[in-house]
């Protein structure tokens, strides 16, 4: 039992580590961009030692992924939070895009890096990429078909644009970023949901 106990409060250390290096991750990209980060700003910001990043991340590169999966899922996790089920999905969509455009604003800096630095990771951060993209494009379609009645083949058809709509998303967002706009992003809230409702709400 008191070896347990041992291992148990030794993986909560290694998470609470972990955690302070995702933060001290995003403090200096925020500051610095990803390219001049170096491990040593990392590990001065989140106030732990060289040997306890690498006993947490093998690369700067793994820290990046690993903050950028933390930040997509903490989007997820604000798209969840502001789905109503009282409410149509038209109107469910609108409201969850408009918290998940407000959530991506609140760190200019950071959601550059998120948005523009993942690709320079090549295969791996494309792959990253895709896959948190699947994420939300899975609740995308779980909120529409929740909405009216389908069939598998309409839920088969609705997985492949949810993705598509996803893609359309990320590049406004994308071009936002590159025209130094993050901080009007919430101005996408029509255009993103009407994309949804364009495509989602389509007959089948």
């Known amino acids: 039992m008191y070896s347990e106990d041992i291992s148990a409060a030794g993986m909560e250390a290694a998470r609470a580590y972990r955690s302070r290096l995702l933060e001290g991750m995003a403090h200096s990209v925020a500051l610095k961009g990803y390219a001049d980060t170096t491990v040593a700003d990392i590990v001065r910001e989140a106030g732990v030692s060289k040997r306890t ?65 993942i690709l320079s990771l090549g295969a791996e951060g494309l792959q990253v990429r895709r896959q948190m993209n699947q994420e939300m494009a899975d609740f995308v379609a779980q909120v529409v078909s929740a909405g009216h009645a389908h069939t598998p083949q309409d839920d088969a058809l609705t997985a492949i644009l949810a993705m598509a709509v996803i893609g359309g998303i990320n590049e406004l967002v994308l071009q936002a970023i590159e025209n130094n706009r993050t901080a009007d992003l919430q101005s996408l809230t029509c255009p993103c949901s009407a994309l949804v409702r364009a495509v989602l709400a389509a007959p089948r």
């Open 53 to 117: 990043f690498y006993e947490c991340f093998a690369t700067k590169k793994d820290c990046l992924i690993a903050l950028y999966v933390a930040a997509s899922h903490g989007g997820l996790k604000v798209l969840k939070g502001a789905i109503d089920p009282g409410r149509d999905w038209k109107t469910q969509v609108e409201h969850a895009m408009g918290a998940y455009l407000g959530c991506l604003s609140s760190n200019p800096a950071l959601l550059r890096t998120l948005f523009i630095d």
